[in-house]
């Protein structure tokens, strides 16, 4: 909540201070947390179907393909790190910051 209230125009943030919490929840992050949701599309569907959802290891991308997704769409890790899938062809295989 701090960090995005940061990125609000001054005369916003007292009131996300207020009010901030009401509507932006606090969840603990964890690498694809949409994959055991998402995996439930697959069955329901012949349609390729894309998981995504905080991918940044190259563990969430081989369990995603091992599932059955067609793709895997990586935002925020590829941003922090343009040459991260370069880094996972060479062997290094840790985590995206």
Request: glycine share 12%; no cysteine.
């Amino acid at each position: 909540l701090r960090e995005f209230g940061r990125t609000l125009p001054w005369f916003l943030r007292p009131g996300f201070r207020l009010v901030g919490g009401k509507f932006m929840r606090d969840s603990e992050y964890h690498d694809g947390y949409f994959l055991d949701m998402a995996s439930n599309y697959l069955t329901e569907t012949k349609l390729p179907v894309i998981a995504l959802g905080g991918v940044s290891s190259i563990e969430s991308v081989n369990d995603a393909i091992a599932r059955g997704f067609s793709f895997v769409a990586m935002g925020r890790a590829l941003l922090a790190e343009p040459d991260l899938i370069d880094r996972w062809k060479r062997g290094d295989g840790a985590r995206a910051r």
